[in-house]
């Protein structure tokens, strides 16, 4: 297959819709028909049922769409590492990239890059701070070069990771809230508290699972809606300095460690990334 047909197939099964998808690629609709019709005879497979409103993924076309965007993300990473690497061979210093969630890790971020600042052979550090479920995403199409991750909510596979800090999670709520007298929550009472659901994150995609939570995109708005009352919020322990007035927290008695780790792609010869792990490592 052609990283140009992988393309068209993404955005067709994205879209859901041959007409949205031509216009998103900037192509006109027939021959975007056609080379998704040579892709299934190529590959032997029906990749989509059409209908009236557009089309639906089958069973291979799942497969393919997520084995797609693997391998369209490790193309567009390769492209972004072969400039960077460029770059180093004129002489140009190559800085490292460092994603993580915003509002996550503060504290240790803020230990780590000073600590590493101080490092005799320390490059720039850009640091770029996304919504969950974002970083692993960035860090395999190049967008970073090595992220702050937590285990068990990101995925880790394909990375290199040291581990960093193991923690309890707690509840989040407004003060003042009946449930923020107790001692300790389960999981399932802390997700059935009827007037707090808990805020839906967005898909790497920008949609939003369905539920009746609000919709949200950073940590500082949803702990506004915290102290207002509208929902409740599950975080790592340490997210307690963090935290001002107006919020109760609650330990979650049956709810999974949550491990943060550095991660960064195995093939990555980057010194600076080399540095930076060496120092969170020892931190």
Not at 125 to 131: A, G, K, Q, R
Request: with cysteine.
């Amino acid at each position: 297959m052609e990283t140009r047909e992988l393309r068209y197939f993404v955005a067709v099964a994205e879209e859901q819709h041959v007409g949205r998808a031509a216009e998103r690629l900037g192509m006109a609709q027939p021959p975007l028909s056609r080379a998704i019709a040579q892709l299934e005879r190529r590959l032997g497979a029906r990749l989509f049922v059409r209908g009236p409103r557009g089309v639906t993924l089958t069973a291979p076309g799942h497969t393919l769409l997520e084995e797609g965007r693997a391998a369209l993300a490790a193309v567009d990473a390769a492209e972004r590492r072969t400039r960077r690497a460029a770059d180093a061979g004129r002489g140009t210093t190559a800085g490292v990239v460092l994603t993580a969630k915003a509002g996550a890790s503060s504290e240790l971020m803020a230990k780590l890059l000073d600590a590493y600042a101080a490092e005799p052979d320390a490059v720039e550090v850009e640091v770029v701070l996304s919504p969950p479920g974002h970083q692993a995403l960035m860090l395999r199409d190049g967008r970073a070069d090595v992220a702050i991750l937590h285990d068990p909510f990101d995925d880790l596979s394909g990375f290199d990771t040291e581990p960093l800090v193991v923690e309890d999670q707690v509840l989040v709520l407004p003060a003042g809230h009946p449930a923020s007298g107790r001692t300790s929550l389960s999981v399932a009472e802390a997700r059935s508290l009827p007037d707090l659901p808990p805020p839906r994150w967005p898909r790497v995609d920008g949609s939003y699972p369905d539920g009746p939570g609000p919709e949200l995109r950073d940590l500082t708005q949803v702990l506004q809606l915290v102290r207002l009352g509208r929902t409740a919020l599950v975080l790592p322990e340490s997210a307690r300095v963090n935290l001002r007035d107006g919020l109760a927290v609650v330990p979650l008695c049956d709810a999974p460690q949550v491990t943060t780790v550095i991660a960064w792609p195995p093939q990555s010869t980057s010194t600076g990334v080399a540095g930076l792990v060496r120092t969170a490592t020892r931190l």
